[in-house]
């Protein structure tokens, strides 16, 4: 069975799931934890050397390209990447979404990760599993909903294509 490029069902109602996230959106969770990196790097000058700087830039700007990337194939397509937009859920299994099921969150990560080499790299080891804790728990409920909206089609994509990378 080939998977259409992406599935658009209007409903009626936003889930519990995505009510939940729009109390506290992945990108402002995304914020709080950004933040004592920065503190630590631009206030306190805590800024690694050179050599760290490379792998910094490398996860910022993959970063930076997922998430334009996936809220590109929303725009494209109409829709908002807000999960919380009542009347439009949409399933997406080609471009980016072929090669993660969840490419925006991955792009927080990435960025995440890219400030964090740079500015206070120790409080990675607080912030990074906090980010992909809380990351994982929206996903489960997004998953939850999109199992009972697509049924075989999201089972279907799921099998064939991985949660992160």
Do not use: Q
Not at 16 to 39: E, N, Q, S
Not at 72 to 79: A, M, P, S, V
Not at 84 to 110: D, K
Request: aromatic share 10%; hydrophobic share 50%; charged share 10%.
């Amino acid at each position: 069975m080939n998977l259409p490029s992406f599935h658009v069902i209007a409903e009626e109602t936003v889930s519990h799931a995505a009510a939940r996230i729009k109390k506290l959106p992945p990108p402002v969770i995304f914020g709080i934890l950004v933040v004592p990196h920065l503190y630590l790097g631009l206030v306190c000058g805590m800024i690694a050397p050179f050599p760290w700087t490379i792998p910094s830039l490398l996860f910022l700007t993959s970063g930076g390209l997922l998430g334009f990337l996936s809220i590109l194939k929303f725009h494209r397509e109409g829709i908002s990447p807000l999960p919380w937009t009542p009347n439009t859920v949409a399933l997406f299994t080609h471009g980016i979404y072929g090669l993660s099921r969840n490419p925006m969150y991955l792009s927080l990560i990435f960025g995440l990760l890219g400030i964090g080499i740079t500015m206070g790299p120790l409080l990675l080891l607080i912030t990074l599993p906090l980010l992909i804790h809380f990351l994982s728990h929206v996903i489960d409920g997004e998953e939850k909903m999109n199992g009972l909206i697509f049924k075989k089609l999201f089972a279907e994509y799921c099998s064939k294509t991985r949660r992160w990378l």
